[in-house]
C-alpha cells in the first residue's frame, strides 16, 4: 500500500511553453501533498504544501504564478510549470501524506527545457 | 530557522558497518526522517525516530538525541547495493520536512 504515482516520468519541452505534471495516490485518500524540486547532486527543496480544496501554501522564493499547484481532489495533485525556461530543468518530486506523520513519495518527474 | 549537516561522502567496504551523522537546527522539531536516495530515483523511507534513542529495523538503526540536535544512521553488513545518498530531514511542528543536502555513500568490494 501507500504508491504513489507521478505522470509523466520525464518531459522535455521548449522554452516559454508550459509543462502539467500530475501526481496520484493511489491507494489512499492524500489530505496534503507536497511538490519538491531537486537539482543535481543536492537535496529536495519543499516548493509548495497543497491541501485538499484549498490554495497552495508556498516556500520563500518559490513563484506562485509560475509554478501552479491544484489540489483538486483527495487522490490528485497537479504542478503547472509555466512559461518554462531552461532554469526550470530540474527533477520534481511530489509526496502524499494520509492521516499519518510519514510522506510517500512518488517517483519523480524530470523535466528538461530547452 | 532551519539548519542540517552532514557529510557530503563516505566510502565504506562490504559487510562492514558504517554510521553517518547528522546535525540540525530545527526550530519546532517535531521528528526526524532518514531517507535513501539512489541516482534519478525517489526517496524511499528508512526510518523515524521523535523519541531520544535507538530504533532498530534491520541492518538499519537510527538515533536521536533532541538535546544535542543530533541523529545517526547506522547501517550493518553493508552490501553493494546500498550505496546510495542518504537524506536526513527534520518534521516541524507544520509536519514539513526539510532535507539535509545528503550523504552520498559508495560501498567497495
Known amino acids: 500500500g501507500a504508491v504513489v504515482s507521478q505522470h509523466p516520468s520525464w518531459v522535455i519541452c521548449k522554452s516559454g511553453t508550459s509543462v502539467k505534471i500530475e501526481c496520484r495516490s493511489l491507494d489512499f485518500q492524500a489530505t496534503t501533498m507536497f511538490w519538491y524540486r531537486q537539482f543535481p547532486k543536492q537535496s529536495l527543496m519543499l516548493m509548495a504544501t497543497?491541501?485538499?480544496?484549498?490554495?497552495?501554501?508556498?516556500e520563500q522564493g518559490v513563484e506562485k504564478d509560475k509554478f501552479l499547484i491544484n489540489h483538486a481532489s483527495l487522490t490528485l495533485s497537479t504542478l503547472t510549470v509555466t512559461s518554462a525556461h531552461p532554469e526550470d530543468s530540474s527533477f520534481y518530486i511530489c509526496?502524499?501524506?494520509?492521516?499519518?506523520?510519514?510522506?510517500?513519495f512518488g517517483p519523480g518527474t524530470r523535466l528538461t527545457v530547452t | 530557522g532551519q539548519n542540517i549537516d552532514q557529510p557530503t561522502e563516505m566510502t565504506a567496504t562490504e559487510g562492514a558497518i558504517v554510521q553517518i551523522n547528522c546535525t540540525y537546527q530545527t526550530s519546532g522539531f517535531n521528528g526526524l526522517f532518514w531517507y535513501q536516495q539512489h541516482a534519478g530515483e525517489a526517496p524511499t523511507f528508512l526510518s523515524y525516530?521523535?523519541?531520544?534513542g535507538l530504533e532498530e529495523k534491520g541492518r538499519f538503526s537510527s538515533f536521536l538525541s533532541r538535546s544535542k540536535g543530533y541523529s545517526y544512521l547506522l547501517l550493518k553488513e553493508l552490501q553493494m547495493k546500498d550505496s546510495a545518498s542518504y537524506l536526513c530531514?527534520?518534521?516541524?511542528?507544520?509536519?514539513?520536512?526539510?532535507f539535509g543536502t545528503g550523504t552520498r555513500l559508495t560501498v567497495i568490494p
Open positions: 525516530n521523535v523519541l531520544d
Open positions: 509526496s502524499a501524506r494520509n492521516s499519518g506523520y510519514e510522506q510517500y
Open positions: 497543497s491541501n485538499e480544496g484549498s490554495k497552495a501554501t508556498y
Open positions: 530531514a527534520t518534521q516541524t511542528g507544520a509536519n514539513n520536512l526539510f
